[in-house]
């Protein structure tokens, strides 16, 4: 019978599809157990790896009996098993999934250490590696982490991002474990041809912070969340993505070039400097309208009565890089509903040049800050996507599988 499970949106399945699953010590090893379950449903052949710490946390036999295949002890096989441990699982592998993937992990594969049986293998492997980081949240933001995420990065590892909410270790913050469902989401589209190949895409994301004096600034409550999931999105599908954000709350994802900016002149500047040679530019900062005339150059002392602050418009982003977009590029704006609804959207869009306009709903689960959204597209004065809530990686997938089905999108294509 074959095994129901899940594929991806364009059907694919892991149906003879060979996985190694490396698990290595920290208390997300856990969830490996239930993710071996979702591959093994998925059709794929699962094999796994666990170092001498992920056994303090999880058994070999449990991997066993869930994977079907028997779990190595170590590095050294006795002289009864053929050929040599390391070297046929780093040939039989065809995709290598680190999860989780602990800081002391990530510092061996940066360094090319062998030391143990997932190492050695990591080492002497081909195939892509997918990582999935997991540890608290002062190792995940330790100087000496980033440095060996951007190493692994740059060797062309790739990386599911931990979530944030409640740790393990009983703390709270970023580190957590992405999910098993997650994990196998993105493996699968590993496999999959990427329909976006070959398209570049400009993204905007986060909120700018407009200095007032040496120490108050004013900004909004964007968190980058909505940005930050188009871009996963489009690089899942095999885009190019160059990514400009201003102030964030969460991680940004692995893309191909990121610049990172505070106010709306740097964010104008670091776009246009872009823009020429993007295919498609979406953006989804909410960059301040309004900046301080004159920004103090010491602190603004108390005084008594009002105080009253000079304002002038920011450059307009949008309408400036609208105005530069030559036919071939699609240019994508976003709109807080501020209660004019389509008619605001479809004014904006014309005002600006956007091809697409997508607007946000500002409520207590969508909008800024929270992890949902309720999203309209359009586009020539036209409704074409509605979502319910949906969390902002469905709300990105509905985006881009929208710009993908451009005609313009599809001529790009290679
Ligand atoms: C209770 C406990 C929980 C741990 N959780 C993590 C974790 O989530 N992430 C991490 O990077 N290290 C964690 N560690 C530390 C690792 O287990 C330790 O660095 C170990 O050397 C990792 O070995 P490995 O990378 O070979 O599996 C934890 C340790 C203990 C005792």
Redesign the pocket.
């Known amino acids: 019978m074959k095994a129901r499970g899940r594929s991806s949106s364009s059907g694919v399945d892991l149906h003879g599809k060979k996985i190694l699953l490396i698990v290595?010590?920290?208390?997300?090893a856990y969830k490996s157990a239930h993710l071996v379950r979702l591959l093994v449903r998925s059709g794929g052949e699962v094999r796994v790896v666990l170092?001498?710490?992920?056994s303090?946390?999880v058994t070999p036999l449990t991997f066993e009996v869930l994977s079907g295949n028997p779990v190595p002890a170590g590095l050294f096989a006795p002289r009864s098993e053929p050929g040599v441990r390391h070297v046929e699982l780093a040939t039989w592998a065809q995709r290598i999934l680190v999860a989780?993937?602990?800081?002391?992990?990530?510092a061996?594969a940066a360094h090319g250490l062998a030391d143990?049986l997932?190492?050695t293998v990591l080492l002497a492997a081909r195939c892509p590696v997918i990582l999935a980081?997991?540890?608290?949240e002062g190792?995940w933001q330790n100087p000496a982490v980033r440095r060996n995420i951007d190493v692994l990065r740059g060797d062309g590892k790739h990386f599911i991002e931990p979530g944030s909410g409640a740790?393990?270790?009983g703390e709270s913050g970023s580190?957590r474990?992405a999910e098993p469902e997650e994990i196998v989401r993105t493996l699968l589209s590993s496999f999959e041809p990427g329909d976006l190949a070959g398209v570049r895409f400009l993204i905007s994301a986060g909120r700018t912070e407009e200095d007032i004096d040496p120490v108050r600034y004013l900004s909004n409550r964007s968190s980058g969340r909505m940005g930050f999931a188009l871009a996963a999105e489009a690089k899942r599908r095999g885009a190019h993505i160059t990514l400009v954000h201003g102030p964030v709350d969460v991680e940004p994802p692995d893309v191909d070039a990121c610049t990172r900016v505070r106010n709306a002149a740097r964010m104008k500047a670091a776009l246009s400097k872009a823009f020429p040679r993007c295919n498609v530019l979406i953006m989804a900062a909410a960059v301040a309208d309004f900046t301080p005339v004159t920004r103090a150059d010491a602190k603004i002392r108390r005084v008594e009565g009002n105080l009253s602050l000079e304002l002038k418009p920011t450059p307009d982003i949008l309408a400036i890089l609208g105005a530069r977009k030559k036919k071939e590029q699609v240019v994508v704006g976003f709109a807080l509903e501020t209660g004019g609804g389509g008619r605001f959207a479809n004014e904006k869009a014309r005002r600006k040049a956007c091809d697409y306009l997508v607007l946000n709903r500002v409520g207590e689960r969508t909008g800024f800050s929270v992890e949902t959204n309720q999203i309209s597209v359009f586009k020539d004065g036209r409704k074409v996507l509605a979502t319910g809530i949906v969390s902002k990686e469905e709300a990105a997938a509905a985006i881009i599988g929208q710009l993908a089905a451009d005609v313009r999108l599809r001529r790009m294509k290679r």
């Open positions: 290595t010590g920290g208390i997300a170092t001498a710490s992920a303090e946390f989780p993937a602990t800081a002391d992990f990530l061996k143990d997932a190492s980081p997991a540890m608290n190792m740790l393990a270790c580190g474990m």
